[in-house]
């Protein structure tokens, strides 16, 4: 039986502990408290930078993964495969894997019953379905056969680094029945779009894909007909595309499109997400919470403006709740200090004397009773 592990107790305890787990490189409590980062020149593959330090940030809304600095660019590990692979842990032994995360963290751990063995199973075959699906339409997207798509994509402007970014591929679902069986296809929602050849991922926040939207490529395509379609399952309006991506949860700026990511992130841009299309659903409106400030920059037109209007006032009977709340906990406290205050006083006084009153509190309380 594989264990049964709590990820969000796990990965808060290893930041928790981060300094003593990560010991090589040194960290050090940024001074807004939101992250480690590395105080000597230690890069994350174990040799050292000859002329920076701070290279290795780990940031605790996002403490399952190590963010590595190489020239001006960021990249990711996951902790548990750094874990891994520094502990001499084989990434293909799960239930060992498992162990040795909650060892690492300090945090009990139980087998899992039968049923959730089985649920376990189905995600784990899920997820790298998706994954392996995804790389055999990345390879055919460099083919001759995936030339249009490429042209396509090159008459809008995207370079090659663009394409490495949306994770673009190019879909021929009948070369895929001859590596997987219809079940499995079905399993991650897959079918033949016919002419929506070109298709890139969708992922959570913690990278782990969702579902594969496809677009079609067509030219002269019915207006009618919508130009992207997605796998079965997919509910798009309740991630944001490519938050994945970035740990800075101070500012975020929330575009429409998938594409107007993807130019943005190749011009340099970072903190950029995109709804996934006009509407806006309230999950996606909560994730969004998560930002300290939040930019937005819909599409100028009726539905671009219907978003950005339900986005504002949802974000306005959110925050005056959480106000409301914070002052209503503050009074409630307020009112049982001064309860406490009072009984203290009138035992005091029933006691002895107010000469037995020792805290200045309770002189300055009687005082100011005694004025009234």
């Known amino acids: ?11 808060r305890a290893i930041y928790a502990k981060a300094p003593a787990i990560f010991d090589k490189f040194a960290f050090k ?12 020149k230690m890069k994350i593959d174990g040799t050292e930078s000859k002329n920076h330090t701070g290279r290795v940030l780990y940031y605790e809304n996002n403490p399952k993964h190590l963010k590595a600095w190489s020239g001006d660019t960021i990249s990711s590990i996951s902790v548990w495969d750094y874990l891994a692979e520094r502990d001499g842990i084989p990434l293909n032994d799960r239930k060992a894997g498992f162990r040795h995360l909650h060892k690492v963290a300090g945090v009990p751990l139980r087998e899992l019953t039968q049923e959730e063995h089985q649920v376990f199973q189905l995600q784990v075959e899920r997820k790298t ?13 460099n083919t001759e056969q995936g030339q249009p798509v490429r042209d ?12 490495v970014t949306l994770e673009a591929g190019f879909l021929d679902y009948a070369a895929l029945t001859k590596h997987y069986t219809k079940k ?3 399993s991650i929602g897959m079918y033949d779009p016919s002419t929506y050849p070109l298709i890139w991922p969708y992922r959570d926040e913690n990278e782990i894909i969702q579902g594969f939207v496809f677009r079609s490529i067509a030219k002269n395509a019915d207006p009618k007909k919508s130009k992207t379609l997605v ?38 841009m970072t903190n950029i997400v995109a709804l996934g299309g006009s509407s806006v659903l309230d999950e996606q409106i909560e994730l969004l919470t998560s930002y300290q400030q939040v930019i937005l920059c819909l599409d100028p037109d009726d539905a671009g403006r219907k978003a950005t209007e339900k986005i504002i006032t949802a974000f306005k009977k959110i925050f005056d709740y959480r106000n409301y709340t914070v002052k209503t906990i503050f009074a409630i406290v307020f009112l049982i200090f001064i309860f406490i205050m009072i009984c203290k006083i009138l035992e005091v006084i029933f006691e002895n004397s107010v000469e037995k009153i020792s805290s200045p509190w309770y002189v300055f309380i009687l005082s100011s009773v005694a004025c009234r």
Not at 1 to 11: G, I, Q, S
Not at 29 to 40: R, T
Request: net charge negative.
């Open 184 to 186: 499995q296809l079905d």
């Open 129 to 141: 379905l998706f994954q392996e699906v995804l790389e055999r339409c990345i390879t055919t997207l």
């Open 152 to 163: 396509y994509l090159s008459e809008r402007g995207f370079t090659p680094a663009h394409l």
């Open 231 to 268: 796998t079965k399952g997919l509910s798009k309006q309740k991630l944001l595309y490519q938050a994945h991506r970035f740990t800075d949860k101070d500012r975020v700026l929330v575009v429409e499109g998938e594409f107007d990511v993807i130019t943005a992130i190749g011009a340099g």
């Open 29 to 40: 409590k940024s001074q807004d408290g939101k992250h480690w980062f590395s105080s000597n």
């Open 1 to 11: 039986m594989e264990p049964r592990t709590d990820y969000d107790a796990v990965f």
